[in-house]
């Protein structure tokens, strides 16, 4: 079974910088899918990033990007110019690509990182 | 579109009693997922729904919970009797395919409380 670890219980920034939140999965496939979903203190889960395994481009969505290590199963989040509505818990997630399988929709999440960001 | 919607938002119970959570997908998803996210356990898959069948329920912790989707447009989870321990917070979330990169759009949650 794959499994994904935020070795990060806890992180903080300050406003305007940079931080990276850390992620690493284990599976024996080779086609896989990769999140990063944050929860506010609102408690609703937002999708942040994506990330493609067969792709070797890092994702980016303004402010946010990955770093994909496939080989090192390591998979994570850089936060720039960071500001006060990027605090929340961030979760790092994995999907498999066997489309075969009955696990295929699954997302398998790590525990979380509370990021907060200090002004 | 209005996203996924839950129902209730919260729900305090006592132990013994049925609960039922309810889920309104997004509309033209075909895909249907029950989460349960705990401190001890974070979040975990529970069951989800393809075309309105059950595809996956191995996370279903056991034979109290069970989990419907009569239709397109709405899906229940009921536990029966409820424990102390089912508290949590139950999110839904859909999506147009099962899998692949496709996003998982999540609703607001329900936090269950079994007193």
């Known amino acids: 079974a794959q499994t994904v670890t935020q070795s990060q219980p806890e992180m903080s920034v300050q406003e305007a910088e940079t931080v990276t939140l850390s992620c690493t999965y284990d599976?024996?496939?080779?086609?896989?899918?990769l999140f990063w979903y944050k929860q506010p203190p609102s408690r609703q889960m937002i999708l942040v990033i994506r990330q493609e395994a067969y792709k070797q481009q890092n994702a980016t969505e303004n402010r946010f990007s990955v770093n994909f290590q496939k080989a090192a199963k390591s998979f994570s989040l850089k936060i720039s110019d960071s500001q006060l509505g990027d605090a929340a818990m961030y979760f790092c997630?994995?999907?498999?690509?066997?489309?075969?399988?009955?696990?295929?929709?699954?997302?398998?999440f790590g525990q979380g990182t509370i990021l907060t960001v200090h002004p | 579109d209005a996203g996924v919607i839950q129902s209730p938002r919260h729900e305090v119970t006592e132990m013994g009693q049925e609960v039922t959570l309810r889920c309104k997908p997004i509309?033209?998803?075909?895909?249907l997922f029950w989460y349960r996210q705990t401190m001890m356990r974070g979040l975990e898959l529970l069951i989800y729904f393809n075309n309105n069948v059950p595809i996956d329920d191995s996370g279903m912790p056991e034979d109290r919970f069970s989990a419907k989707m009569p239709n397109a447009s709405f899906s229940t989870l009921k536990i029966q009797p409820s424990e102390p321990r089912d508290s949590a917070v139950y999110f839904c979330a859909s999506s147009q395919t099962s899998g692949g990169a496709d996003e998982q759009f999540f609703g607001p949650g329900t936090r269950l409380t079994v007193l």
């Open positions: 599976t024996s496939e080779s086609d896989y899918y």
């Open positions: 509309s033209g998803h075909n895909s």
């Open positions: 997630a994995y999907r498999t690509g066997n489309a075969g399988g009955t696990s295929y929709g699954k997302l398998t």
